[in-house]
């Protein structure tokens, strides 16, 4: 079975990885001794990186065996050290080559660029027309013959589904001032003021509608509409919380907001009945399985899974590069 992995999640294969990174770039006519001193100091860096943001190592493995691997590096260039992150190390080996791996790799990559809001990925090259089929643009030449390229990593449309009471719309709030993209709140859609649910297919109408726009996040399921919405989404956050999780965010809510008009829907306060827990607890358990299903043919990619908020809220962390920003929801 054909997969990619992160590094860090398999770290057995940081040797393999060192050695073939030294084969194919390093310096050549080396002793065996120097070459695996070279080797040493290669593995002793990927591991110090790990944990580095602003780095990220895939590995593409078939049934455990090792096809390629692809970097994010912070930086990759002694001539232009200001210019961050870098697209590095694309490599597959050579029995594999001709398989069309590369592109495998090179989407890999891409989509976690996005995962972690690089707006921009930037590598330099000796080949010839390759890294255009993977959208690379020219900026210059490089003193060392070298071209130097970069790559856009668009993020414009971001779906937000999960269950009441796990944040969907104050996620999308944060994001939308972060990335300064429209949020549309689906609740917000659906009612008028006094929760005064509008006509079904007016609803759907505009979902759809907004759906087709060039930029935009949406956070709220109605599952409807939920296929086309995602296969159109560059990035699909799914806040799959466990049923407890969802009753307790409900509960910090209603304490915090009670009778107080929500921000997302104006003129609806906040409120509590008996069909309304009715739907949270059941949620899991009618509707998570149709969501499950209708995911299914959303890209791994492009799909974002938390089950966890901690986990949510170390990923907000990385991905605005704010270390304070749940600052703003306390």
């Given amino acids: 079975m ?38 040493k100091i290669k593995i002793s860096h990927i591991k110090s990186n790990l944990n580095n943001p602003n780095y990220c190592k895939l590995i593409l493995l078939e049934d455990n065996e090792l096809v390629g691997f692809i970097s994010i590096f912070p930086n990759d260039c002694d001539e232009k050290p200001y210019l961050s992150p870098w697209y590095a190390t694309m490599y597959v080996k050579e029995k594999y080559r001709g398989k069309g791996y590369s592109k495998v790799l090179n989407n890999a990559i891409l989509a976690e660029a996005k995962k972690r809001n690089f707006q921009k990925l930037y590598l330099k090259s000796d080949l010839k027309n390759y890294y255009e089929k993977f959208g690379a643009k020219y900026i210059e030449d490089l003193s060392n013959g070298e071209k130097l390229y970069y790559i856009d990593i668009p993020i414009n449309r971001i779906s937000i589904i999960g269950g009441s009471g796990s944040g ?32 079904t297919q007016k609803r759907d109408s505009i979902i759809k509608s907004k759906a087709n726009e060039e930029k935009w996040i949406i956070d709220g ?11 159109k989404a560059d990035l699909v956050i799914w806040l799959d919380y466990s049923t407890f999780a969802h009753l307790k965010g409900i509960m910090k809510r209603l304490f915090k907001n009670f009778y ?5 829907l104006p003129g609806c306060k906040e409120r509590f009945n008996f069909t309304f827990l009715k739907y949270t607890i059941t949620f899991n358990k009618k509707r998570r399985p149709e969501i499950e ?38």
Avoid: C, M
């Fill in 2 to 39: 054909l997969k990619v992995y992160n590094l860090k999640q398999k770290q057995n294969y940081i040797e393999e990885i060192a050695t073939l990174t030294q084969k194919e770039w390093g310096a050549s006519n080396l002793s065996e001794e120097d070459f695996k001193s070279k080797v």
């Fill in 260 to 264: 107080k008009e929500k921000p997302e």
């Fill in 168 to 199: 969907k719309s104050t996620l999308s709030t944060i994001l939308s001032k972060e990335l300064n993209i429209p949020a549309t709140h689906l609740d917000a859609v659906n009612f008028n003021s006094n929760w005064e649910q509008i006509d």
């Fill in 293 to 330: 299903k209708i995911l299914q043919d959303v890209p791994e990619d492009n799909l974002l899974i938390f089950k966890k908020q901690k986990d949510l809220n170390n990923w907000l962390k990385l991905f605005t590069k704010n270390k304070n920003i749940l600052d703003s929801i306390k």
């Fill in 221 to 231: 399921n109605y599952n409807k509409t939920l296929k086309e919405r995602v296969s």
